[in-house]
C-alpha cells in the first residue's frame, strides 16, 4: 500500500485552482509504490499523477522536476512535470511537498523479454544524451565516499565472509574509478519496477529522484545488473546482450568504457547491497521501509568477480 498521505477530493479540487488543467473529476490512490504516496488524477482536460512526497524536502524538488521537463521536451520518454499558474513545478499538499506529472501508459514488469531490455537500453542512451545541455549539477549522494563511509557502520554487523568481501570489494572500487570515463546526468536507480512499457515499447522511465550525475557506464550496469538478473542472482547473458546492443544502437560505448562495464556492474552491486543492508540493519523510525533483500547483490557481485 502505497498511499500514506491521504487526500480528499476537496484538498484536490482547492489545489486544482493553481493550475490550469480543467476541473477535478477524480483522485484514486496508486497501490504500487513503496517511498511516496501516488495518485491517479483525471480532471475535465485529462489524467494526471500526483505524488506527495514523504522523504524529499521542497528544496530537494526543483531539480529532479527540472530534469524531467527538460528530457520530457527532448523526447525522452519520463514525465512531464505541469506547472502551476504561477510557473513553479512543486506544490504542497497536507504540509508536504507535492506535484503533478502526466500521466504515461504502460506497466512495468518483472520478467523482461529481450526485445524490452533492447529498448530499454537504447531509451537510456537517448536521456545520456539528452541530458548533455541540462544546466544543473548533483553529485551523486550514493557513490564511492558514501559506501565507503556506510560500510564502517555495517561491517561490524556482518558475518566474516560478507564483510571480508565488502571490505575488498570497495577497496577494489577505490583503485578503478570510473572518473575517466563519459559522463553526465544518469537516472542511477534504472530498475524493472522504474520503467514502464507498452508492449516492447518504454512508455516512460519513472522515478528520477536519485539522477544526479556520473558516468554513463555505471548507469547503464545498474540497469543491467536488474534488468537481466535472474532468481537465482546470476545474469540472464541474452538479456545483458540485448540492454546492452539497445544502447549502443544510440550511443556506442567507447573502448574505455567496454573495458570498464564488469567493474560498474561490481559498483552497481555495492551501492545496492550496501543501501539494502543498510535499511534492514538500520531501518529509519517513523519512515516506511519496506526491505528488499540484500543478498541478491551479494550473490551477483560473486558471480561478476
Ligand atoms: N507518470 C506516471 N504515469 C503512470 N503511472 C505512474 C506514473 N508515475 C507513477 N506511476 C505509477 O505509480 C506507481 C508508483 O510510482 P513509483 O514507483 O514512482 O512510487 P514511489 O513510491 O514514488 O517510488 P518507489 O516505489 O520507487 O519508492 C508506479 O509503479 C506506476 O504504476
Ligand atoms: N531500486 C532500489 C530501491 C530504490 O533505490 C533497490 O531495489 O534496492
Known amino acids: 500500500m502505497s498511499v500514506y498521505t491521504p487526500v480528499s477530493d476537496d484538498e484536490m479540487r482547492v489545489l486544482l485552482q493553481d493550475y490550469a488543467i480543467g476541473k477535478f473529476i477524480a483522485l484514486q490512490g496508486i497501490a504500487q509504490g513503496i517511498t511516496n504516496s501516488n495518485y491517479f488524477l483525471t480532471t475535465t482536460q485529462g489524467r494526471y499523477v500526483l505524488t506527495v512526497f514523504e522523504v524529499l524536502q521542497a528544496h530537494e524538488l526543483p531539480f529532479f522536476l527540472e530534469l524531467k521537463q527538460h528530457l520530457s521536451q527532448r523526447g525522452v520518454a519520463c514525465p512531464a512535470p505541469i506547472a502551476r499558474r504561477d510557473g513553479r513545478f512543486n506544490s504542497t499538499?497536507?504540509?508536504?511537498?507535492?506535484?503533478?506529472?502526466?500521466?504515461?501508459?504502460g506497466r512495468d514488469t518483472s520478467l523482461p523479454t529481450a526485445a524490452q531490455?533492447?529498448?530499454t537500453g537504447a531509451m537510456l542512451a537517448k536521456m545520456h544524451l539528452a541530458g548533455a545541455d541540462f544546466p544543473q549539477h548533483m553529485a551523486n549522494p550514493r557513490h564511492a565516499a558514501w559506501w565507503q563511509a556506510e560500510s564502517q557502520r555495517l561491517l561490524p554487523l556482518l558475518d566474516e565472509s560478507d564483510a571480508a568481501l565488502l571490505h575488498s570489494e570497495i577497496a577494489f572500487l577505490a583503485a578503478h574509478p570510473d572518473s575517466h570515463l563519459p559522463g553526465g546526468i544518469i537516472h542511477a536507480d534504472l530498475f524493472?519496477?522504474?520503467v514502464l512499457l507498452a508492449d516492447d515499447a518504454v512508455a516512460g522511465f519513472i522515478d528520477f529522484y536519485y539522477a544526479?550525475?556520473?558516468?554513463?557506464v555505471y548507469d547503464l550496469a545498474i540497469a543491467i545488473n536488474d534488468w537481466a538478473r535472474q532468481s537465482n542472482n546470476q545474469l540472464n547473458p541474452a538479456l545483458q546482450a540485448a540492454l546492452?546492443?539497445?544502447?549502443q544502437s544510440v550511443r556506442p560505448l567507447s573502448s574505455d568504457e567496454l573495458a570498464y562495464l564488469s567493474i560498474a556492474q561490481r559498483a552497481g552491486c555495492i551501492r545496492f547491497w550496501v543501501s539494502r543492508l543498510l535499511d534492514y540493519h538500520f531501518p529509519q523510525a517513523g519512515e516506511i521501509t519496506f526491505i528488499k533483500d540484500p543478498n541478491a547483490f551479494r550473490d551477483l557481485l560473486l558471480d561478476l568477480q
Open 117 to 119: 531490455c533492447f529498448s
Open 212 to 216: 544526479c550525475n556520473g558516468s554513463f
Open 244 to 247: 546492452l546492443e539497445g544502447y
Open 192 to 194: 524493472k519496477d522504474n
Open 93 to 105: 499538499l497536507a504540509g508536504k511537498p507535492a506535484c503533478l506529472v502526466s500521466c504515461l501508459a
